[in-house]
């Protein structure tokens, strides 16, 4: 399974010139602690709740773009290179990125592990089947 496979693509996308209120309220309506930022199309980063929070509602977020996280997956990264970025950077998503640096969707936290959870009952099932079968040969 890859990046790309489980990316969602509804989730906003901020720039630069967007106000604080504004970011802080879709990562209220996503619930999510990050959302990605873009410029020209391109990936810039990662936006953090806890920064916004620090600046006026008002002012963009062109302000803390220092403190903007540089995480992302390429669309082709295995599964467990998307597990590995979750555990190491805490993120509540992931962007996938495309080879020229665009943003093709995220992997929400809450999603992969639904996701997970979907994968170890078909394995579940899947090994069930193979046992009845074997016991009736």
């Known amino acids: 399974m890859i990046a790309?496979?489980?990316?969602?693509?509804?989730?906003?996308?901020?720039?630069?010139?967007?106000?604080?209120?504004?970011?802080?309220?879709?990562?209220?309506?996503?619930?999510?602690?990050?959302?990605?930022?873009?410029?020209?199309?391109?990936y810039i980063g990662l936006v953090n709740k806890v920064d916004v929070l620090d600046i006026p509602l008002e002012q963009s977020i062109a302000s803390i773009a220092d403190s903007f996280q540089r995480v992302g997956?390429?669309?082709?990264?295995?599964?467990?290179?998307?597990?590995?970025h979750f555990a190491k950077h805490h993120l509540s998503i992931l962007p996938v990125l495309n080879e020229q640096q665009e943003c093709v969707g995220v992997v929400p936290q809450k999603n992969l592990n639904e996701m997970l959870a979907l994968y170890r009952d078909w394995e579940t099932d899947r090994k069930s089947t193979r046992l009845n079968s074997s016991h009736r040969l």
Request: proline share 2%; hydrophobic share 50%; no cysteine.
């Open 73 to 84: 997956v390429l669309g082709a990264a295995h599964i467990t290179a998307v597990l590995d």
């Open 4 to 42: 790309s496979s489980i990316a969602v693509q509804s989730f906003p996308m901020m720039r630069l010139e967007d106000k604080a209120g504004f970011v802080l309220q879709n990562m209220e309506d996503f619930d999510v602690q990050e959302l990605v930022v873009i410029k020209d199309d391109y």
